[in-house]
């Protein structure tokens, strides 16, 4: 998989691409993911890439046609599945978005900023729009590398044991059981004694059974 990420402040996006799950999957050629200053498309001197609104009003608008400049040279060279725009008015991002998009081959994602970007670019260029909650950012790149790192988890072979993000949270519309470590005691506190048991099918059904509990009492929304 390939992702290519389109901003105006690129450096902004790339440092979680840098450490840890993210980078280990690059450094593994699990997925590859290019970033593009939307400056270097400005067809003026000045690298001018938003204007003032038609109409009026305050804040600047990203024009289109170094978006499209952008998108149109990454197309000339491959196939891309979606063009997402990060967006507060999208639709919202959730575990099935991300397990649909793991699957995909190549996508683009174009982070907003300012005022947002011309309406023209999301009805002729933007395949789907992705929000993040219902609240407002300063720009697509935290947005942009919330989405990637949903996505890139779900990759067979970037989490060390495939297993492991099937049984994280909203997969199969559960949350996740409780989980712990040693000590099993900890003052007075201590680890469920099913736990250690060593009964492994005991302990399965036990985590169902937390599953079900925590997901009806902190989210039923989802149980239902
Ligand atoms: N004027 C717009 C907000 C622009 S915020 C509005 O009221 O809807 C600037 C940019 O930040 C957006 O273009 C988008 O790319 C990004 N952004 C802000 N909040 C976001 C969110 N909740 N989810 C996804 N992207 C967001």
């Known amino acids: 998989m390939r992702i290519d990420i389109i901003s105006v402040l690129p450096k902004l996006i790339e ?32 690298r ?24 149109d040279s990454l197309k000339k060279e491959r196939k891309y599945e979606e063009v997402i725009y990060m967006t507060p008015d999208g639709e919202m991002l ?3 978005i ?16 300012y005022k947002g970007v011309d309406q023209r670019v999301r009805d002729s260029l933007i395949t789907m729009e992705i929000s993040i909650g ?13 989405l990637c790192d949903s996505i890139i988890r779900l990759i067979p072979g970037v989490l060390g044991n495939e297993t492991s993000a099937l049984t994280d949270s909203f997969q199969d519309d559960l949350l996740a059981p409780p989980v712990y470590t040693r000590p099993s005691s900890f003052e007075n506190l201590d680890v469920p004694e099913i736990l250690l048991s060593g009964d492994k099918l005991k ?13 009806k009492n902190l989210r039923p929304d989802i149980f239902d």
């Open 15 to 46: 440092s979680p691409f840098n450490a840890s799950i993210l980078k280990r999957a690059i450094d593994k050629k699990l997925i590859e993911v290019n970033f593009h200053d939307l400056k270097d498309y400005a067809s003026s001197k000045r």
């Open 48 to 71: 001018q890439v938003d204007d003032y609104q038609f109409g009026g009003g305050s804040g600047m608008v990203m024009m289109i046609e170094p978006i499209k400049k952008c998108i």
């Open 94 to 96: 959730n575990q099935k």
């Open 98 to 113: 991300s397990n649909k998009l793991s699957l995909k081959g190549n996508i683009i994602i174009l982070c907003g900023h």
């Open 134 to 146: 219902d609240y407002v950012l300063s720009g697509g790149e935290l947005p942009a590398a919330v």
């Open 203 to 215: 302990i399965e059904l036990w985590r169902e059974e937390k599953a079900l509990e925590r997901t």
